[in-house]
């Protein structure tokens, strides 16, 4: 819950190219260090072989997940929702999360 609570808000215009060209936007991600470790959804549980990153930028919540297949291209899949959409979202998830403990 934490780790969704907490996405970064990242203003960096080449995040544009998610819509221009996701190829190029997934290899920022692989040579960027601080866009890698500030977006990576490294407590993804059971996605293995998955690489998952999100964060928020000019309103919208992002996630963008591609499949890590040997000698192969995956497509790469994007979600984004409204800030807003977001966090009423986190907060009933944590709200039924606190319920069932």
Same mark, same amino acid.
């Given at each position: 819950?934490?780790?969704?609570?907490?996405?970064?808000?990242?203003?960096?215009?080449?995040?544009?190219?998610?819509?221009?060209?996701? +190829?190029?936007? %997934?290899?920022?991600?692989? @040579?960027?260090?601080? $866009?890698?470790?500030?977006?990576?959804?490294?407590?993804?549980? !059971?996605?293995?072989?998955?690489?998952?990153?999100?964060?928020?930028?000019?309103?919208?919540?992002?996630?963008? +997940?591609?499949? %890590?297949?040997?000698?192969? @291209?995956?497509?790469? $899949?994007?979600?984004?929702?409204?800030?807003?959409?977001?966090? !009423?979202?986190?907060?009933?998830?944590?709200?039924?999360?606190?319920?069932?403990?």
């Amino acid at each position: 819950m934490t780790q969704l609570e907490n996405r970064p808000h990242i203003d960096d215009r080449r995040l544009d190219l998610l819509d221009a060209n996701p +190829a190029e936007f %997934i290899e920022l991600f692989a @040579v960027d260090e601080f $866009l890698h470790d500030s977006t990576i959804m490294s407590s993804v549980e !059971s996605l293995d072989q998955w690489t998952v990153y999100s964060y928020v930028r000019a309103g919208r919540f992002f996630v963008v +997940a591609q499949e %890590i297949v040997e000698r192969k @291209v995956s497509p790469i $899949l994007v979600a984004d929702i409204g800030e807003e959409e977001f966090d !009423s979202i986190v907060d009933a998830a944590r709200s039924y999360w606190l319920k069932s403990q």
